[in-house]
């Protein structure tokens, strides 16, 4: 019988298929225990298990390149940590030798007492570990009951309908046919969200009642960007998804014929576009779309995807072939910005802060390392010898920390003159504006950089003091807040009135519906993911700016996202 169901758009489109339901990880388990007798053997199927797991994540691990390699792997790395964690694996055998308990019972006691643990921590970090806990434990919990291919039965053309998903499961579903996530929990801010938009699949969050009502086998239609979910659509439904999917058709062919379309409001103002990239495919992207240039390039998938530090050879061919890439287009490397939930394996990042987005990250970690830093900036100079660098610092707060990494850049210049090698004659340094300090103590440090990229996505957590992975805070977590928009008007007239670029590269800047309201504060160089470009490009084509700017004031004067949300609808 046909049932209409709501959730919240994490990741635009559409999609019709089957139900596949999983239902949460939290294990259903009957106590069982063993004979002394059976002890050994069921030791051995529990570490088996635990293998068939780890070759899972490690071949799921093999399989991602680029960007996926980045944002998946700091996750799948973690899974592999915990299932190596010796307390898990200690606490397995001892309550299958001592307690004589089934494999299956023991792994949902340590889980119950592991995640005991996590939540009885005070930091809102460390307890959202438990998910990932979670994830692992179902994955072995799987595995002890996989019976030749039973457990490979095909996901093509099904909808996964769960409790809640994990960045680290997105490109595996994917590639094995999931059309689109319906997830009980989750923030439409949250890694997996962000990563699912970056792979166009289909995600809605917030749809408990989804995995109250539906079951497998069940047909379900999703508009992602509408909310809808149906449970056994009936004809109407079904033509009304096939209008739909033929018009995102049609409008996906509109977009591709902006390719080579200049970024010009319709009072003839040029905006610049530049992409948000990771990797090589991410570069030919950007210059297939007619980016013109690279505005965030991220460093730290060199040290995430190892257990040793890059040499400078090693990061100096990466950023050279980032600027071959370009082909003359001004390409922005960020400085490493590990910290927070980003964690190496070299020992780098801290595991154990308190408070980690608070922490020893970005230009902190950077600069409590002078000699790493050090090699990472003389590889950024050796390769502006081959096309136009800019440098981009994360992470700022003050003058000092400014006037540090001035310092060590020269230092890498005249150590690559000593050694003979060449480097660029000039490479732009910039400083990201991320901590509400940095914004206000813009003025401090502005004859010390030539440009400034707003990372809107932590800026708008320090500023609200909102966690943007927080499912329960996620309607307060907004770049649409009266404060967020009156620190951004004031960023961008600064930077007119001074001659500094200001450039925003944050999720903010990739959401098309965002454009006119960023126009109208002043912005005129957009910093976005390649798979938004062209959606973005379109938006500034229908926007003329005389007419947002002379609105400018109204936006300003909102007092809340309504008012905000009011003004973008006129």
């Not at 009980?184 to 109250?212: D, K, Q, W, Y």
């Not at 809107?456 to 977590?477: F, G, K, M």
Request: hydrophobic share 45%.
């Amino acid at each position: 019988m046909r049932r209409a169901l709501r959730g919240q758009g994490a990741a635009r489109g559409i999609a019709l298929g089957r139900v596949r339901v999983r239902l949460p990880q939290a294990l259903a388990v009957e106590e069982r225990r063993i004979e002394a007798e059976a002890v050994p053997d069921e030791i051995l199927r529990l570490h088996r298990a635990l293998d068939a797991a780890r070759r899972e994540l490690h071949g799921l691990r093999e399989r991602l390149h680029g960007a996926l390699a980045q944002e998946v792997g700091e996750f799948l790395d973690l899974h592999v940590m915990i299932l190596d964690d010796p307390e898990l694996l200690h606490g397995l055998d001892d309550l299958i030798t001592t307690g004589r308990y089934s494999a299956d019972y023991a792994l949902k006691l340590q889980r119950d007492r592991l995640a005991s643990v996590f939540e009885g921590m005070h930091d809102d970090y460390f307890r959202s570990r438990r998910e990932d806990l979670d994830h692992v434990i179902g994955r072995v919990h799987a595995a002890l009951h996989r019976r030749g291919d039973d457990g490979a039965r095909g996901l093509s053309g099904e909808i996964l309908v769960c409790d809640a998903i994990a960045p680290s499961e997105l490109a595996e579903l994917q590639s094995q046919g999931v059309v689109a996530v319906v997830a009980a929990t989750g923030s439409p801010l949250s890694h997996s969200a962000i990563l699912a938009r970056s792979l166009h699949l289909p995600l809605l969050v917030g749809a408990a009642e989804a995995l109250v009502h539906a079951n497998d086998g069940d047909a379900m239609m999703v508009d992602a960007a509408a909310g809808e979910i149906v449970l056994e659509p009936d004809a109407d439904d079904l033509q009304r998804y096939h209008r739909r999917q033929a018009q995102l058709g049609r409008e996906q062919a509109q977009l591709s014929r902006l390719r080579r379309q200049p970024t010009r409001t319709t009072d003839g103002v040029d905006i610049r576009l530049y992409a948000n990239a990771e990797s090589r495919e991410d570069v030919a992207e950007a210059h297939a779309l007619g980016a013109d240039g690279i505005g965030l390039y991220r460093t730290e998938f060199l040290f995430l995807q190892r257990r040793e530090l890059p040499t400078e050879d090693e990061q100096f061919l990466a950023y050279r072939d980032l600027v071959l890439g370009m082909a003359g287009r001004v390409v922005t490397i960020r400085t490493l910005d590990l910290g927070a939930d980003k964690a190496d394996h070299t020992g780098l990042a801290l595991r154990s802060e308190s408070n980690p987005a608070l922490g020893l990250r970005g230009v902190r970690l950077s600069l409590a390392h002078e000699g790493l830093f050090l090699t990472q900036l003389r590889a950024i100079l050796r390769a502006a010898a081959y096309g136009p660098v800019r440098a981009l610092v994360p992470m700022i707060c003050c003058r000092e920390e400014m006037v540090a990494v001035c310092a060590l850049l020269e230092a890498a210049r005249a150590s690559l003159v000593a050694d003979g090698l060449q480097a660029g004659d000039r490479v732009e340094l910039g400083a990201m504006i991320e901590v509400p300090a940095a914004a206000l103590a813009l003025p401090d440090f502005v004859d010390l950089v030539d440009f400034v990229s707003v990372g809107t996505n932590d800026l708008v957590q320090y500023l609200l003091a909102v966690d943007r992975n927080h499912e329960s805070l996620a309607s307060l977590y907004t770049p649409r807040h009266p404060s967020v928009l009156r620190l951004l008007s004031e960023l961008f007239a600064y930077g007119r009135r001074n001659g500094i670029p200001v450039a925003v590269c944050g999720e903010m800047a990739g959401e098309a519906e965002n454009v006119p309201l960023l126009l109208a504060l002043g912005l005129r160089d957009f910093s976005l993911h390649p798979a938004t470009l062209l959606e973005v490009r379109r938006a500034v084509r229908e926007c003329d700016l005389a007419s947002l700017r002379r609105r400018v004031r109204s936006l300003l004067r909102a007092h809340d996202r309504a008012g905000i949300e009011a003004w973008l609808a006129r």
